[in-house]
């Protein structure tokens, strides 16, 4: 069925370190890719989305691209600061339902 | 951008009482909203969803005469928790899209935890 898998976490990097951040999918025809944030005490925010194969989501710094033939979307920070410190999931989104299929979240802790 | 609402964001409860979560879109009307529920270091796993108007889609595995949806306006989904017991203890968040806005585009409210006793 269905999936999305990204690595686990936590993830702890030092303030300006590169991050990468590894998602890949399984899902029927061509789905739109999204990662969503969760910063501490908030609801989960759209971060950045790709709609279609080669398609570069990009956002605050963030970006990530989709590739169809290794079905992953890895989300990437050239430098990351201590207010990036979240939970981040990848999700696909499932044709005209609306449905979204999450991954199980990453905690990102950056310190200063 | 969008927003959405719920409330209450921590509720208690005793074992066997029943609990109900609102889930409002304060700026825009929302025919679909998705009711998931978090448990702790884990994904969010798609319950139901909520049609205005109609009877909610569950997803496979949800009880739905345990997790009662009604969406009966455009702007209100309610979730009601039936006679909780302690495994019902987690966090649930819904979502809502926008019209127009594009499939899997959703906006989430901050979510709800229950804690049964």
């Known amino acids: 069925g269905d999936s999305v898998t990204q690595m686990e976490g936590p993830v702890t990097l030092s303030e300006e370190a590169f991050l990468t951040i590894n998602c890949t999918y399984t899902a029927t025809g061509y789905p739109s890719l999204f990662w969503y944030v969760q910063y501490p005490g908030e609801g989960l925010q759209l971060l950045l989305k790709?709609?279609?194969?080669?398609d570069k989501g990009s956002n605050k710094g963030f970006e990530a691209t989709y590739r169809k033939e290794t079905t992953s979307f890895h989300l990437e920070k050239g430098s990351v600061q201590v207010s990036d410190s979240a939970v981040y999931f990848c999700a696909h989104g499932s044709g005209n339902t609306g449905k979204l299929i999450f991954g199980q979240g990453t905690t990102l802790q950056v310190k200063p | 951008g969008a927003v959405v609402s719920q409330h209450p964001s921590r509720v208690i409860c005793k074992s066997g009482t029943s609990v109900k979560i609102e889930c409002r879109s304060l700026d825009f009307q929302a025919t679909t909203m998705f009711w998931y529920r978090q448990f702790p270091k884990q994904s969010l796993m798609l319950m139901a969803t909520?049609?205005?108007?109609?009877?909610?889609?569950?997803e496979q595995g949800v009880e739905k005469d345990k997790f009662l949806i009604n969406h009966a306006s455009l702007t209100l989904s309610t979730l009601t928790v039936t006679s909780a017991h302690p495994e019902d203890s987690s966090f649930y968040i819904c979502?809502?899209?926008?019209?127009?806005?594009?499939?899997?585009?959703?906006?989430f409210g901050e979510g709800s935890r229950l804690t049964v006793l």
């Open positions: 790709a709609t279609k194969a080669d």
């Open positions: 979502s809502a899209r926008p019209p127009g806005v594009h499939t899997g585009e959703l906006f």
């Open positions: 909520s049609n205005e108007g109609s009877k909610a889609t569950y």
